[in-house]
T-cell receptor, first 111, second 111 residues
Framework: DGGITQSPKYLFRKEGQNVTLSCEQNLNHDAMYWYRQDPGQGLRLIYY???????QKGDIAEGYSVSREKKESFPLTVTSAQKNPTAFYLC??????????FGSGTQLSVL | RKEVEQDPGPFNVPEGATVAFNCTYS??????FFWYRQDCRKEPKLLMSVYSSGNEDGRFTAQLNRASQYISLLIRDSKLSDSATYLCVVSFYTGGFKTIFGAGTRLFVKA
């Protein structure tokens, strides 16, 4: 089954801790994206990557970091510098027709 | 000014009603346009692409007006199952394809 897998589904972060959200795709898509969604709000772009070993900041990159060492994987690290990390995080990949395909999301909460 | 703006609603309509959503975008270089649907606490799913010539998929009709930088979605004969948040999405190239979501329009269809 082709698709995007995000893990974990729920994640809790302690004060001052870095946490990493996993995103894996087997759709052979070059481009991948991370979005953050707050309750009742739209999706805001954190980082995106068009190709392996390349990524660009989105609109709210501060306090986050990413890597793209493999085409299939685009992990997001929420660092201790992100003071308000509680949100629903969505990973997506984009096909050649520019359509986005999403994972089922990770809900991050602060303990 | 936000890059993509939508009326947040909510729209409360009876079953069988016709409802229209509007969306405006600020970047005149925008190249691709979509409507996504998002159910509560779930990932967004592609509803339809939007073309200048207008396109229809069953009860759904989408329209793009590039001159006015305006996108619309019309839902005819609303069903209870149409209750969701509808997200307007715009992509443009800026060293890579950046995909921006509107904040969404909430629709409630009542029996």
């Amino acid at each position: 089954d082709g698709g995007i897998t995000q893990s974990p589904k729920y994640l809790f972060r302690k004060e001052g801790q870095n946490v990493t959200l996993s995103c894996e795709q087997n759709l052979n898509h070059d481009a991948m994206y991370w979005y953050r969604q707050d309750p009742g709000q739209g999706l805001r772009l954190i980082y995106y990557s068009q190709i392996v070993n390349d990524f660009q900041k989105g609109d709210i990159a501060e306090g986050y970091s990413v890597s793209r060492e493999k085409k299939e994987s685009f992990p997001l690290t929420v660092t201790s510098a992100q003071k308000n990390p509680t949100a629903f995080y969505l990973c997506a990949s984009r096909d050649r027709g520019e359509k986005l395909f999403f994972g089922s999301g990770t809900q991050l909460s602060v303990l | 000014r936000k890059e993509v703006e939508q009326d947040p609603g909510p729209f409360n309509v009876p079953e069988g009603a016709t409802v229209a959503f509007n969306c405006t975008y600020s970047n005149s270089a925008s190249q691709s346009f979509f409507w996504y649907r998002q159910d509560c606490r779930k990932e967004p799913k592609l509803l339809m692409s939007v073309y200048s010539s207008g396109n229809e998929d069953g009860r759904f009709t989408a329209q793009l007006n590039r001159a006015s930088q305006y996108i619309s979605l019309l839902i005819r004969d609303s069903k209870l199952s149409d209750s969701a948040t509808y997200l307007c999405v715009v992509s443009f190239y800026t060293g890579g394809f950046k995909t921006i979501f509107g904040a969404g329009t909430r629709l409630f269809v009542k029996a």
